[in-house]
């Protein structure tokens, strides 16, 4: 049986707080980043604090960012769009993209690349998988198969090579329990089923997501589901941040880095 042993923390970081633990070998540190979602309510507060994300990523020991889907609001809106790219741009870390229900797939993959994909991150034994969970939510769409077909794959070669495994997705798989309803939220209750399969079978240790501005942290099937805080609009009042995830010795910790709006 697969086990996982978890430690969770909360850390509220002032504006350009120093983090004191170091990167070293074995230990993977990555950022989680939801739903920046530049122009959903205040285009230049929203910047400001995917801007200041940027920095506490750029100065502090992270090896990547994984950012969860709704890069903006209105993809649509060239300057909204440009104004994301060029904060991105700033990034000095490795970074991930997944594509979230306001990311127009067609500008999604010509501005940034496939929305759906497998990469090894940069420490040694894990393997991010990224979705589209557009394909599954709130219906299923034709492309979806061959995703499916590849995250079938991408999990059988990571449990041949000894890898651990994170899975990358917009649409979280539930938000407050196994049988709630589906809605726009979360998956159908078939996904939620097949995953808990996959979950099983395969070395997944955790599941990162946005899409429904609520913060929540879940165990589930020996697998950490994290819904983090996010840098746009949060309908829980959630004071806005990421998550810093520490993954070291079979051990997962994870830290909020709180985010001011004033550059």
């Avoid at 909360?10 to 990555?30: D, K, M, N, P, Q």
């Amino acid at each position: 049986m697969k086990t996982i042993r978890c430690a969770f923390f909360v850390l509220a970081l002032l504006v350009f707080a120093s983090l004191t633990a170091v990167a070293e070998e074995g230990v993977g540190i990555l950022a989680q980043i939801t739903d920046p979602q530049l122009g959903f309510n205040d285009f230049e507060s929203e910047r400001n604090r995917f801007h200041n994300t940027v920095n506490i990523v750029n100065d502090q020991n992270f090896q990547c960012a994984v950012i969860c889907g709704d890069l903006v609001h209105n993809c649509y809106n060239k300057e909204h769009l440009e104004a994301f790219k060029q904060e991105l741009s700033r990034l000095k870390k490795p970074y991930f993209l997944v594509r979230g229900n306001h990311d127009d797939e067609k500008l999604f993959r010509e501005n940034f690349g496939p929305t759906y994909y497998a990469a090894d991150l940069p420490f040694k034994g894990f393997r991010l998988i990224v979705l589209d969970t557009n394909l599954w939510t709130p219906k299923l769409l034709p492309d979806a198969e061959k995703m499916e077909a590849m995250l079938l794959e991408e999990l059988q070669k990571a449990k041949a090579a000894g890898q651990k495994v994170i899975i990358a997705g917009h649409c979280p798989i539930f938000e407050k329990h196994f049988n709630e309803e589906k809605w726009h939220n979360n998956f159908t209750m078939e996904k939620r089923e097949w995953m808990a399969k996959l979950f099983d079978e395969f070395p997944v240790v955790a599941y990162f997501s946005g899409h429904s501005h609520t913060t929540f942290t879940w165990l589930w099937h020996g697998v950490l589901l994290s819904n983090s805080e996010t840098t746009s609009v949060a309908f829980d009042k959630i004071n806005y941040g990421f998550r810093k995830f520490i993954f070291e010795d079979g051990a997962i910790q994870f830290f909020t880095a709180l985010v001011p709006t004033t550059k």
